[in-house]
């Protein structure tokens, strides 16, 4: 979808494919995973806990915080982040309001 483009469709809907497009890889999908199973802000374990390269986790982490679905402060020498809970609720309620709208019909193709 073309920069320019975007301005045809709905605030909605172009926030909604942004956070889905930070979601659409693995990595983030495991940070975001460690981060809910922390419960807490995360800092320098997640190269230990997924094991993957501390810049591959940077520029993940990096996406994640562009679409706004992580928050980050910094503390010393650190940056330390954590899941941003009104960015998580707008997610969890557009997905429901996008999924919940299909109605199984009773014969398709």
């Given at each position: 979808m073309g920069l320019t483009k975007t301005e045809i469709f709905t605030e909605e809907q172009n926030r909604l494919a942004a956070m889905l497009k930070a979601l659409a890889h693995p990595?983030?999908?495991a940070i975001l995973?460690?981060?809910i199973?922390?419960?807490a802000c995360i800092c320098g374990d997640l190269v230990d806990d997924l094991g993957l390269a501390q810049a591959t986790i940077s520029q993940h982490l990096k996406e994640l915080k562009n679409a706004g679905l992580i928050q980050g402060t910094i503390e010393g020498v650190s940056t330390c982040y954590c899941i941003e809970p009104k960015a998580w609720k707008i997610l969890r309620d557009e997905l429901e309001l996008f999924t919940g709208s299909y109605c199984e019909p009773g014969k398709c193709c």
């Open positions: 990595a983030r999908i995973q460690q981060m199973r922390a419960n």
